[in-house]
C-alpha cells in the first residue's frame, strides 16, 4: 500500500528530522542536477545522509561531498568492486582510514560485504571473503562500525561476526537493504547490528522485507534510500523514471508508519535514534538528541 506524501506529517505536529543511512550522492546518475537534488532533500526534513564509499577511487569524492553539505560518509570496498583490484590496495584503505580517523564526519567503514548473488564463481567468492575479512579487521582497529552489503550471504556474513565477537566488542553497524530470514534478521542484530529498508518496503511483492518491517521489534530498523538506485514504487512506476534521491525518505517512512501502525512522526523518532546508536559517530554532525527526535 502507498501512503500519500502529505501522511508523512502529523498537523501541529514539530517536522520530523530524518537520517538517510545509504546513499550513493556521488554516482554520475547525479551529475547534472547534484545541487537540486540536494535542496530537495533538505526541504524534505532529511538531517543527515550517509554516503558510503565502493572503491579507494571514490574514497576523495565521498568525503568531499560530505564536508560540502554537513552530511557523513564511510570508506571502503564494496564486494562487486573487489574483482581484479590488486589485494595492494588494501593498504590506500587502512591509510585512508588511518588519515581521517579524526574527522568526525567518518562514521563506518564500508559500504563492505559479500554479494552472492552476482557469482557462484568459487574464485571471485573467495576474492570478496579476503577483502570482507580484512576490512573487517580494519574497522576493528579503528573502532568503527561497519555499512553491510548482503545478497544471499547472511549466514556466512553472520558467522563471521559471531566469530569475532562483534557485538560483544561494542562495535556495530547496519545490514544494509536486508531481505534475509527472521532467523537471520536475529543472528544480524545478535551482532549489534540494526537493519536498513528503503525502497522495497512500497511494493506490494515484497512480502519478506515488509513481513520483517512490520514484526521485527523498533529498535531493529533503519531507513535508506540506496540512491540512485533501489528506487520506490512511484519512481519505477512513473511514466518518466529518474534516480532515486534521499528527499524520497520521508515518504519511506510513511510507508513504514502505515505497516507498523503508527506515525510517521515516531518513525522518524525511531529510526533517527537507532542510526545515532548503530553510528555513535553521527552524534557529531546532528542537533542534540532532543532536537532530532519529534513527538510520536
Same mark, same amino acid.
Given at each position: 500500500?502507498?501512503?500519500?506524501?502529505?501522511?508523512?506529517? &502529523?498537523?501541529?505536529?514539530?517536522?520530523?528530522?530524518?537520517?538517510?543511512?545509504?546513499?550513493?550522492?556521488?554516482?554520475?546518475?547525479?551529475?547534472?542536477?547534484?545541487?537540486?537534488?540536494?535542496?530537495?532533500?533538505?526541504?524534505?526534513?532529511?538531517?543527515?545522509?550517509?554516503?558510503?564509499?565502493?572503491?579507494?577511487?571514490?574514497?576523495?569524492?565521498?568525503?568531499?561531498?560530505?564536508?560540502?553539505?554537513?552530511?557523513?560518509?564511510?570508506?571502503?570496498?564494496?564486494?562487486?568492486?573487489?574483482?581484479?583490484?590488486?589485494?595492494?590496495?588494501?593498504?590506500?584503505?587502512?591509510?585512508?582510514?588511518?588519515?581521517?580517523?579524526?574527522?568526525?564526519?567518518?562514521?563506518?567503514?564500508?559500504?563492505?560485504?559479500?554479494?552472492?548473488?552476482?557469482?557462484?564463481?568459487?574464485?571471485?567468492?573467495?576474492?570478496?571473503?579476503?577483502?570482507?575479512?580484512?576490512?573487517?579487521?580494519?574497522?576493528? &582497529?579503528?573502532?568503527?562500525?561497519?555499512?553491510?552489503?548482503?545478497?544471499?550471504?547472511?549466514?556466512?556474513?553472520?558467522?563471521?561476526?559471531?566469530?569475532?565477537?562483534?557485538?560483544?566488542?561494542?562495535?556495530?553497524?547496519?545490514?544494509?537493504?536486508?531481505?534475509?530470514?527472521?532467523?537471520?534478521?536475529?543472528?544480524?542484530?545478535?551482532?549489534?547490528?540494526?537493519?536498513?529498508?528503503?525502497?522495497?518496503?512500497?511494493?506490494?511483492?515484497?512480502?519478506?522485507?515488509?513481513?520483517?518491517?512490520?514484526?521485527?521489534?523498533?529498535?531493529?530498523?533503519?531507513?535508506?534510500?540506496?540512491?540512485?538506485?533501489?528506487?520506490?514504487?512511484?519512481?519505477?512506476?512513473?511514466?518518466?523514471?529518474?534516480?532515486?534521491?534521499?528527499?524520497?525518505?520521508?515518504?519511506?517512512?510513511?510507508?513504514?508508519?502505515?505497516?507498523?501502525?503508527?506515525?510517521?512522526?515516531?518513525?522518524?523518532?525511531?529510526?533517527?535514534?537507532?542510526?545515532?546508536?548503530?553510528?555513535?559517530?553521527?552524534?557529531?554532525?546532528?542537533?542534540?538528541?532532543?532536537?532530532?527526535?519529534?513527538?510520536?
Amino acid at each position: 500500500m502507498l501512503v500519500p506524501h502529505s501522511q508523512a506529517s &502529523q498537523a501541529g505536529a514539530a517536522p520530523p528530522l530524518w537520517i538517510d543511512t545509504h546513499a550513493h550522492l556521488d554516482a554520475s546518475e547525479f551529475d547534472a542536477s547534484r545541487l537540486a537534488m540536494l535542496d530537495r532533500a533538505r526541504a524534505a526534513g532529511v538531517a543527515c545522509v550517509v554516503i558510503p564509499a565502493v572503491h579507494p577511487d571514490n574514497f576523495q569524492a565521498v568525503r568531499e561531498l560530505a564536508h560540502a553539505n554537513g552530511f557523513a560518509y564511510a570508506l571502503g570496498v564494496h564486494p562487486m568492486y573487489v574483482r581484479g583490484l590488486p589485494r595492494e590496495q588494501l593498504q590506500r584503505v587502512g591509510d585512508a582510514l588511518a588519515s581521517c580517523i579524526d574527522d568526525p564526519h567518518l562514521v563506518a567503514v564500508g559500504e563492505i560485504g559479500l554479494d552472492h548473488f552476482v557469482t557462484s564463481d568459487p574464485g571471485e567468492r573467495a576474492e570478496q571473503a579476503w577483502w570482507w575479512e580484512r576490512q573487517l579487521d580494519l574497522a576493528g &582497529q579503528f573502532g568503527l562500525p561497519v555499512l553491510l552489503h548482503v545478497r544471499r550471504a547472511q549466514d556466512v556474513l553472520a558467522a563471521t561476526l559471531r566469530r569475532r565477537r562483534w557485538g560483544a566488542r561494542g562495535f556495530g553497524g547496519i545490514a544494509h537493504a536486508f531481505n534475509g530470514s527472521p532467523q537471520q534478521a536475529r543472528a544480524m542484530l545478535a551482532e549489534g547490528l540494526c537493519l536498513g529498508f528503503g525502497g522495497m518496503l512500497s511494493f506490494d511483492r515484497s512480502r519478506n522485507i515488509r513481513r520483517l518491517a512490520q514484526q521485527l521489534d523498533e529498535s531493529a530498523l533503519v531507513l535508506e534510500t540506496d540512491a540512485p538506485d533501489i528506487a520506490p514504487q512511484w519512481i519505477a512506476h512513473a511514466a518518466l523514471p529518474r534516480p532515486n534521491e534521499p528527499a524520497e525518505l520521508p515518504r519511506l517512512g510513511a510507508v513504514l508508519a502505515a505497516l507498523r501502525g503508527c506515525t510517521a512522526q515516531h518513525v522518524a523518532q525511531v529510526t533517527a535514534d537507532n542510526a545515532l546508536r548503530v553510528l555513535p559517530r553521527l552524534r557529531r554532525l546532528l542537533p542534540a538528541p532532543e532536537s532530532v527526535r519529534g513527538e510520536a
